[in-house]
């Protein structure tokens, strides 16, 4: 793990993050989302143009890399007056259970404390037992379990959770 770099992404390099989604994705959610839902999910969240407007609107994005590689990413901003988003926290399957997922949790922990806010917000899969494990090992606790209609008849079953920055 010595080649490993974590950094702010450019605007021209937010398709490394689509990319690494297409592998991700797959592998996290098979067991919990339809391929169907899957499929929208990925072009309501990842197609170029949503990502740009949302680099536009002050997201930050981050790229992990191995080396050269990109194995990883996160993104966050403004939630609320003091509460910061995260909205997406990912590793390639074959780089989990290392501490890297916690390294891209510290680094948009500090990140947002630096902004001035004092909380960190995220919403996850009520059934994806092994982020909300991630998430509770890095100091997240759940504030509520919610619902979201997202459109084509799909909804996002998460549980919202919170960090104390």
Not at 45 to 58: F, K, L, N
Request: proline share 4%.
């Amino acid at each position: 793990m010595n080649n490993i770099v974590l950094r702010i992404l450019d605007k021209n390099e937010l398709l490394l993050v689509r990319q690494v989604a297409a592998v991700v994705w797959p592998v996290t959610f098979r067991a919990i989302l339809s391929e169907q839902q899957m499929a929208y999910m990925m072009q309501m969240m990842y197609a170029p143009e949503v990502m740009e407007r949302e680099y536009d609107q002050g997201i930050k994005f981050y790229g992990l890399f191995d080396g050269e590689k990109p194995i990883g990413y996160l993104t966050w901003g403004h939630y609320a007056p003091e509460t910061a988003k995260l909205h997406k926290c990912y590793l390639l399957p074959e780089y989990q259970g290392r501490g890297l997922g916690s390294l891209l949790l510290t680094e948009a922990r500090k990140d947002a404390r630096a902004a001035g806010f004092s909380r960190l917000r995220l919403n996850v899969n009520r059934n994806n037992t092994k982020a909300i494990r991630a998430y509770c090992r890095n100091g997240f606790k759940t504030i509520e379990s919610v619902d979201n209609p997202i459109g084509n008849g799909f909804f996002m079953n998460d549980y919202v959770m919170e960090a104390e920055l």
